[in-house]
């Protein structure tokens, strides 16, 4: 490998806002937000929308998608063809 044209890997913490969990990885990624960390340590912190603690297609919930109306909005706009 050529030296001086990767990123540098280090400990984050990546926080799922929706799960209200955060796991300590080795990523190249890097913010100006901290957290200190149960070891005692700080590390840099990224918050994400969605992880697999929150994904419905991990944790088995679904969501009610409502189609029919969506369905019949969109004939109302473009109307229906036969």
Do not use: C, K, Q
Not at 60 to 70: C, E, F, L, M
């Amino acid at each position: 490998m050529r030296p001086g044209i990767h990123p540098v890997s280090r400990p984050v913490v990546f926080r799922d806002r929706a799960a209200d969990i955060a796991i300590l990885t080795t990523s190249t990624v890097d913010s100006s937000r901290t957290i200190e960390w149960a070891d005692g340590n700080t590390y840099p912190l990224i918050d994400v929308e969605i992880s697999s603690a929150s994904h419905p297609f991990y944790t088995g919930n679904t969501r009610v998608v409502d189609t029919a109306g969506r369905v019949e909005r969109f004939e109302r706009r473009y109307g229906r063809t036969s």
